[in-house]
């Protein structure tokens, strides 16, 4: 398969080696290992049910895991508890949108942004006891995510209030507050038009040239197409190809796939 | 002649201290944590202070001071052999831990005095200093509404998952939870035992959880001011009810009843609901949505583009 785009001397801000996890005798992951390099876009497609949510989760730590090894910047982290990862500045967004329905937009984005001030006072001065319980009063990351996923005008709406696709771009601003070094989109522009699927990509390839490093689960190939620089193929919990996205999307057994899951109907 | 705050005395003294304790089950159950051990560390510290007054003649602060620290390390001490436990069963283990609070108070022998408890708590206790230390208590709770900590309070309530993945130690607030809890039930004890001078097994029974839930519920389980308004009125209702004496209880029932099943989120969630709507109405005239996205709702295509037409047709791709 055609070679990663970027030399194999630099070590990959995240690494899986032999990654499982199984739920009874459910393979929702059976063995996978990548390597992601630092400030590119990484692609996993496949069928409903073929585990990349369940990677995901892995990754972050939510899910436990039945065997393999993680490491970030080359140290393994599989015994980490998952809110450590925030430290580590890894974030992600869900499947299924996940805002806190009490909150406005403004608050629900702010909470990306109280986890990267805790790792940065963790580093620096102890605040005070009030601080602590307060929190700071504007943190400059919220205001930068709002724009950048241009959701000025909504700060005081609440979730409910929103449209599907609206909702998704604040679950993107809070993971982009947390200023991540790794970003996960679990399917980011699920229930979005064309328009705002193409925003999306527009954002993502933007981060990109700042240097962020992404993995990113979507069905629409046109967009993968568009957005990654190296796509993963996954079927049944393992990994089926692997490549530059176009070489990835017109493999047989990719397509076998896709196919294989009764969609097929009217080929 | 006997001013309205004088004859009532008592029951201002028992808004107070039945506001802590219903603090001290609001709490934890607004991070997601049922536990009823509030209800069980009252009984604690109303017979810790009682028996450190009455044995070790100790002055009121202290007695407060000395309940609270043993229900806040009681509390954690729970919190870790239980908070592992999830929903009805943590329910069950701190009511489990409330009772058995009360059987040690019946057979406690003369350390509790059994069934007739201890009388004779007298100190220099005032209202006012009851006043001034439910204040305190109240303004910390609702400082923990606010800002980050009343983010991340939501959302270890509302989904737990996210709040980790957000960088919230679970473990951490849950045992803060408990902790919390804990102090807040030995201060509402051991005030109430101050101002009351006694305290016996009949005090601290399951009726206090059933108090306590009854306040938050109805007033609001939410915020700090559902519990002030479900205090108030749980406290005052049974009193204007003994107007018309036996069907106190059968409108007493009635009113929880309802409240439960058309207030879900307790009369203050209504304001909060209605205060939302003002500010939609007003939003909305003032500043119209933004138009970039609010549009997208109906002309969703989740398929397009998918892999799956892919296959069916090579030439989509570059
Ligand atoms: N918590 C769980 N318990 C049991 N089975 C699960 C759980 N989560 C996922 N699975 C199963 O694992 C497989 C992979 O699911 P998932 O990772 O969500 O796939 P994808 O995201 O690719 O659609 C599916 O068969 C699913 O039913
Ligand atoms: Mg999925």
């Known amino acids: 398969m055609s070679a990663q785009p970027v030399e194999q ?63 970030f910047d080359g140290a393994s982290y599989e015994h980490v508890p998952p809110s450590r990862l925030a430290q580590l500045r890894v974030t992600r967004t869900f499947q299924t949108v996940r805002l806190l329905p009490d909150l406005n937009v403004r608050a629900n984005i702010q909470i990306g942004a109280d986890a990267r001030t805790t790792s940065e006072q963790k580093a620096g001065r102890r605040p005070s006891w009030f601080e602590r319980l307060r929190g700071p009063a504007a943190s400059p990351g919220v205001a930068d995510a709002i724009r950048r996923t241009r959701l000025e005008g909504f700060e005081s709406y609440y979730p409910s209030e929103m449209s599907y696709g609206t909702q998704r771009r604040v679950e993107i601003a809070r993971a982009l507050a947390m200023d991540p070094r790794l970003l996960l989109l679990d399917e980011p522009t ?69 196919l294989g899951k009764k969609w097929g109907k009217d080929a | 002649m006997m001013s309205f705050y004088d004859s009532h005395l008592v029951l201002f003294q028992a808004t107070f201290t039945g506001l802590i304790l219903a603090l001290s089950i609001q709490v934890p159950l607004r991070m997601g944590v049922f536990s009823f051990a509030g209800a069980g560390s009252y009984g604690i510290g109303a017979y810790l202070a009682a028996i450190l007054v009455i044995k070790q003649d100790a002055s009121a602060f202290v007695a407060i001071g000395a309940a609270m620290l043993a229900t806040a390390v009681i509390g954690l001490l729970l919190g870790l052999l239980i908070f592992k436990l999830n929903g009805l069963y943590l329910a069950m283990a701190t009511v489990a831990f409330d009772l058995i609070i009360g059987v040690i108070a019946i057979n406690g022998g003369k350390t509790t005095g059994g069934s007739t408890g201890l009388y004779g708590v007298i100190t220099d206790f005032t209202m006012s200093q009851l006043f001034t230390i439910t204040l305190i208590a109240l303004v910390l709770v609702a ?128 304001l909060v609901d209605l205060n939302k709507g003002l500010q939609r109405r007003s939003r909305e005239r003032h500043d119209p949505p933004p138009a970039a996205a609010e549009e997208a709702a109906g002309d969703v295509d989740p398929t397009t583009g998918d ?12």
Request: aromatic share 6%.
């Open chain 2, 307 to 318: 892999v799956r037409e892919l296959a069916l047709n090579e030439e989509a791709v570059p």
């Open chain 1, 190 to 258: 699920a229930g979005m038009n064309q328009s705002e699927r193409a925003e999306i990509s527009g954002l993502l390839r933007d981060l990109r040239e700042e240097g962020l490093t992404q993995l990113l689960v979507e069905h629409d190939v046109q967009m993968m197409l568009d957005t990654c620089d190296y796509v993963f193929a996954m079927n049944s919990g393992q990994l089926i190809a692997e490549g530059e996205p176009d070489e990835v999307v017109r493999n047989p057994a990719v397509q076998e796939a896709y």
């Open chain 2, 143 to 270: 400082l923990s509404e606010v800002g980050r900590t009343g983010r991340r309070v939501d959302a270890v309530r509302d989904d737990p998952e996210l709040a980790s993945s957000m960088g919230i130690s679970l473990r951490r607030y849950r045992l803060t939870a408990f902790v919390v809890s804990g102090a807040l039930g030995g201060l509402a004890g051991s005030m109430n035992v101050l101002v009351r001078s006694a305290i016996g097994p009949l005090d601290i029974g399951f009726g206090l959880i059933v108090l306590g839930l009854t306040m938050i519920v109805v007033g609001g389980s939410r915020s700090w001011k559902g519990a002030v308004i479900g205090a108030v009125i749980f406290t005052w209702l049974p009193d204007v009810l003994t107007a018309i004496g036996a069907w106190q209880e059968l409108v007493y029932g009635i009113v929880v009843a309802l409240a439960a099943v058309f207030l879900p989120r307790g009369i203050y969630g209504v």
């Open chain 1, 9 to 71: 001397t630099t070590t990959p801000v995240l690494e899986l080696r032999d990654l499982a996890v199984h739920f009874g005798g459910v393979k929702a992951v059976d063995g996978i290992s990548m390597k992601l390099m630092p400030g590119l876009i990484y692609g996993i497609i496949g069928p409903n049910g073929s585990g990349k949510s369940t990677l995901i989760g892995a990754i972050t730590r939510l899910t436990r895991m039945t065997r393999g090894e993680l490491l």
